[in-house]
């Protein structure tokens, strides 16, 4: 059973920063490819990042040079290290992948508000 769970999500000032995970079961990790989606209030979940499973990464042009996706093979985990927070970012964040199907995780809420 594939699974993935997101956290580090919480409530930041504009300017700041966050670190969202996710750690994911029942995938082959290694071969996999993963992504984040951001769902703001009354939006549609929009495609944020993407990484393959050697690394190549590929970004949103709305938050190029803001966010970086990386992961951790060893320990079956995807991160979205988000710098320079504004109020746009707020949402949810999910994390994706795709094995036959697709799996999105429970989400992660965010919120950037003074």
């Known amino acids: 059973q594939v699974q993935l769970v997101e956290s580090g999500g919480g409530l930041v000032q504009p300017g700041g920063s966050l670190r969202l995970s996710c750690v994911a079961s029942?995938?082959?990790?290694?071969?996999?490819?993963l992504g984040w989606y951001r769902q703001a209030p009354g939006n549609q979940r929009k495609f944020l990042a993407r990484?393959?499973?050697?690394?190549?990464?590929i970004y949103a042009e709305s938050v190029k040079g803001r966010v970086t996706i990386s992961r951790n093979n060893a320990e079956n985990t995807v991160y979205l290290q988000m710098n320079s927070l504004v109020p746009e970012d707020t949402g949810v964040y999910y994390c994706?992948?795709?094995?036959?199907?697709?799996?999105w995780g429970q989400g992660t809420q965010v919120t950037v508000s003074s």
């Open positions: 990484i393959a499973p050697h690394g190549t990464t």
């Open positions: 029942g995938i082959d990790f290694s071969t996999a490819e």
């Open positions: 994706y992948t795709n094995e036959l199907r697709d799996y």
